[in-house]
């Protein structure tokens, strides 16, 4: 088991930045790829960011690209989304999860392919 508690969601306005943290305790760290999603009112679950067991490889949804930064510190097993340049289409619950994976060097996309899930953490973007 992995648990993933995330914080330092809040009321940004349009044009900020936020960072969330995501704290994983329980299994290797180092074991897991981590991603970070998100919800919107009325929407489907949503990929935004994700980054490999090694830390060297990242990926990012397009919509977010340029805007957001994904890393991981896998000495204090945290991982982090540093989100600049906010608008107001990305308010939404952000959640972190964890995938277990063999593969140190890839980006997992697929919100299905993920074995744990943090409670989420609300973000909103005022415009």
């Known amino acids: 088991q992995v648990q993933l508690v995330e914080s330092g969601g809040g009321l940004v306005q349009a044009g900020g930045s936020l960072r969330l943290s995501c704290a994983a305790s329980?299994?290797?760290?180092?074991?897991?790829?981590m991603g970070w999603f998100r919800q919107a009112p009325g929407k489907e679950r949503e990929f935004v960011a994700g980054?490999?067991?090694?830390?060297?490889?990242?990926g990012y949804a397009d919509s977010v690209k340029g805007r957001f930064t994904i890393s991981r510190d896998n000495a204090k097993n945290t991982v982090n989304l540093h989100m600049n340049s906010l608008k107001a289409e990305d308010t939404a619950i952000y959640y972190c999860?964890?995938?277990?994976?063999?593969?140190?060097?890839?980006?997992?996309?697929?919100?299905?392919?993920?074995?744990?899930w943090g409670q989420g953490t609300q973000v909103t973007v005022s415009s």
């Open positions: 999860a964890a995938a277990r994976s063999t593969r140190t060097q890839m980006v997992i996309t697929r919100d299905g392919a993920y074995d744990y």
């Open positions: 329980g299994r290797p760290f180092s074991s897991y790829a």
């Open positions: 980054i490999s067991i090694s830390g060297g490889i990242t």
